[in-house]
């Protein structure tokens, strides 16, 4: 890979370096942020990040990543929403390495680092089980310490791209405690191993992204531990490092925005007065959105803590991209409910699947109802319930 240190260039330099660099390498003919990029397609585009030194801005240069200064990870991702690329499958740098770096053995940085940033392992995430998604304490997949390996039995579910992914990092159940967070162990999970079995779930979006992983006598080794065994919930809990930019970005929120002007236009309302009502409603919370996005990229620049802030723009964009996309439908009419793009209307989206494709946008990473509850301790101190 090549290794160059970007943070010397200046924030123009970088941008239209960053710029080219994107315009020539993202082969993908998905240009859309709502879409994933999986498969070969997803790792292809990493690994090209990865061979020409473009690859994990936020994950520090000692570690291979390009360690960027906040700003240039601003410009880094204003820059991917610029060109419009799909999401890859990405959950080891997102999720896992955060982890690494912070409860990983010297052994298990050397391993998995480097892997993860050449994209030749993908991993996914097992901590959702079918008694335990909100209330993810009270998962039951047990580990039996054996010495020297784990012992593992029962059932993730809704595991993103289990199908597409050749490790699982998951959290397990080795003993049984007063409290339930307590007691649970973080693993990482060769997903070849005997006794795994993936069944993928196909969504009403069409698509089989999600999976339920089961584990029948699964032998994982001891060297596959992360921290210390019970301490899983609070090595669980360190995932989210680095997305800082992303999480609260009003990206999708915009598209959705596009497409209802596109729908409008297609169906000749442009001077429609309820359509424009419609219209400037919606625009308005993409403008609310973007600015209060940028006041809080600005504190977190200056060093200021921003995560709450962050976590209520993600909130509020998730939802009000559904407002946009149930006011396409009521605007698509008979329209809305065809599957696949509409050519017929001279439109490239399919407004059917933009429906359904924002539906788990405020479920997963905690669902909208749980973010308020943490937001009214957190950011509002307000009491338990
Ligand atoms: C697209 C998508 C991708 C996902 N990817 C993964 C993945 O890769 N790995 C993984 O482990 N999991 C994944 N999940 C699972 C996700 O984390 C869970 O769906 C989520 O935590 C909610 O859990 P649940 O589905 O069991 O719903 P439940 O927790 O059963 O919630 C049902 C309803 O009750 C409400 N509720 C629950 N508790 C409270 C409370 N205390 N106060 C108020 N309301 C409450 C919820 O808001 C929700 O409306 C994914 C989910 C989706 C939709």
Redesign the pocket.
């Given at each position: 890979m090549t290794r160059i240190d970007r943070n010397q260039l200046n924030d123009d330099e970088f941008r239209l370096q960053l710029r080219a660099w994107i315009e020539v390498n993202y082969l993908s003919p998905l240009r859309d942020p709502m879409r994933r990029l999986t498969g070969d397609e997803a790792r292809q585009w990493l690994k090209a990040q990865h061979r020409d030194g473009w690859r994990a801005p936020a994950l520090p240069a000692e570690h291979g990543g390009m360690g960027l200064s906040l700003r240039k990870q601003l410009i880094y991702q204003q820059e991917l929403e610029r060109f419009r690329v799909a999401r890859p499958m990405d959950m080891g740098l997102r999720l896992l390495a955060p982890v690494l770096l912070r409860y990983g053995t010297t052994e298990q940085k050397a391993i998995h680092l480097p892997r993860i940033l050449s994209a030749q392992d993908v991993w996914?995430?097992?901590?959702?089980e079918p008694n335990a998604?909100?209330?993810l304490a009270n998962l039951r997949t047990a580990a039996q310490d054996r010495g020297d390996h784990f012992v593992v039995n029962g059932q993730?579910t809704?595991?993103?791209m289990a199908s597409d992914s050749n490790m699982i990092f998951m959290l397990v159940r080795t003993c049984v405690e007063e409290k339930k967070q307590q007691g649970i162990t973080f693993l990482l999970v060769d997903m070849a191993t005997p006794g795994i079995r993936v069944r993928p779930i196909r969504t009403l979006a069409g698509e089989e992204h999600?999976c339920e992983v089961f584990f029948d006598d699964v032998a994982v080794p001891r060297a596959n531990l992360v921290g210390q065994v019970g301490d899983g919930w609070a090595v669980g809990k360190a995932l989210l490092g680095f997305e800082r930019f992303s999480h609260g970005s009003p990206e999708l929120l915009r598209h959705a925005l596009l497409v209802l002007q596109r729908t409008g236009a297609a169906l000749g309302l442009r001077d429609d007065e309820r359509y424009r009502d419609t219209l400037e409603r919606h625009a308005c919370d993409v403008s609310d959105a973007s600015a209060l996005y940028e006041q809080v990229c600005e504190t977190a620049l200056a060093g200021g803590d921003a995560d709450d802030d962050f976590s209520m723009l993600k909130l509020f964009n998730a939802e009000a991209t559904q407002r946009i996309a149930e006011a396409v439908q009521e605007l698509a009419g008979q329209h809305g409910g065809l599957i696949g793009a509409a050519p017929h209307l001279g439109l490239p989206d399919d407004l059917e699947w933009l429906y359904m494709i924002t539906r788990?946008l405020t479920?997963?990473?905690?669902?909208?109802?749980?973010q308020r509850?943490l937001l009214a301790a957190r950011a509002l101190k307000l009491p338990k319930t």
């Open positions: 996914c995430q097992g901590y959702s998604g909100s209330d993730k809704w595991t993103t999600f788990p479920i997963f990473g905690g669902t909208a109802q749980v509850n």
